[in-house]
């Protein structure tokens, strides 16, 4: 399941890399008449203007991919940071950013990505800096709890003992340790980040029309699901199976890099 998982990844990532060059169509341009259903011209239809419905879908993958990696790298880098720093350190400040953690935790992850969201205005920087910071305690709770596990292992008190300092001996001898989870993690984040992406995008907080997104097709899709169905209908798969790749993907590594699922 795994390889379908990678497969259906590989083909999205083509897709986006190649846009250029195998969208049938600009995104943004009228090509036939509004509301045309699948054809040998227009194998996905068109859109309420007329736009081709399989080069928007292209097209918007280089959005939806964009905004998962960096929302993700973001969540990664900062959340890993901190619980790096909560899990070697400990003592108060372990327990005052675990309290911060904690208090985001509280909030459903939607909710915050939009409470963020409608704080920072929508668009596509703001929607990708929301989403990522959604994901930081995630990360922080990920790396924080294979670091108390190693932090008084002997070679990381032998490192102490030789001299390094705090950054050293994370970097060298306590990060390794945990970047097996932490890349599990990444690729299961990357698809509920695509499908958050997805969601502010259908409410109107995310990406702005005319800018071909997953989730703006399928939000102004809705209001002709009587009429035209599939201007709804493709977006939602496109969102579904590039989801479904990540999660395969995610749950193949899993049980390549965790010991305890090991036969």
Same mark, same amino acid.
């Given at each position: ?10 083909? @999205?990532?083509? /897709? ?7 969208? $049938?169509? =600009? ?5 036939? +008449?509004?509301?045309?259903?699948? +054809? ?6 068109? !859109?309420? @203007? ?8 292209? @097209? ?32 108060? %400040? !372990? ?13 459903? $992850?939607?909710?915050? =990505? ?5 704080? %920072? ?18 990360? =922080?709770?990920? =790396?924080?709890?294979? *670091?108390?596990?190693? #932090? ?16 050293? #001996? ?7 340790? *945990?970047?097996?989870? %932490?890349?599990? +993690?990444?690729?299961?984040? /990357? ?17 702005? $029309? ?28 496109? *969102?579904? %199976? ?8 995610? !749950? ?5 890099? !965790?010991?305890?699922?090991? $036969?």
């Amino acid at each position: 399941m795994s390889t379908a998982g990678a497969a259906l990844v590989v083909a @999205f990532v083509v /897709l986006a890399v190649l846009a250029s060059v195998v969208a $049938p169509h =600009a995104p943004d341009d009228p090509v036939g +008449q509004r509301l045309t259903a699948p +054809q040998r011209a227009y194998p996905l239809g068109t !859109d309420e @203007f007329g736009r081709d419905i399989l080069s928007r879908l292209i @097209f918007g993958s280089r959005i939806s991919l964009w905004v998962g990696v960096v929302a993700v790298a973001i969540g990664l880098v900062g959340g890993a940071s901190v619980g790096l720093v909560s899990g070697y350190v400990g003592g108060r %400040l !372990d327990m005052l950013l675990m309290r911060v953690v904690d208090v985001m935790f509280s909030i459903p $992850p939607i909710i915050l =990505a939009i409470t963020l969201t409608g704080v %920072l205005g929508p668009g596509l920087t703001n929607a990708t800096v929301a989403i990522g910071l959604v994901y930081l305690p995630t990360f =922080a709770r990920v =790396a924080r709890g294979p *670091v108390l596990a190693v #932090v008084g292992r002997e070679y990381v008190e032998a490192a102490r003992a030789a001299g390094g300092g705090a950054t050293r #001996v994370l970097s060298l001898h306590v990060l390794p340790n *945990v970047m097996a989870p %932490l890349i599990v +993690q990444t690729t299961l984040a /990357l698809s509920t980040a695509i499908l958050a992406e997805a969601t502010l995008s259908f409410l109107g907080l995310g990406i702005q $029309p005319p800018e071909p997104s997953w989730g703006t097709m399928l939000g102004t899709g809705r209001k002709y699901m009587e009429l035209a169905p599939w201007v709804a209908i493709f977006p939602g798969a496109a *969102v579904m %199976l590039l989801v479904l790749g990540f999660n395969l993907l995610g !749950d193949g590594l899993r049980d390549v890099l !965790d010991p305890r699922l090991r $036969p």
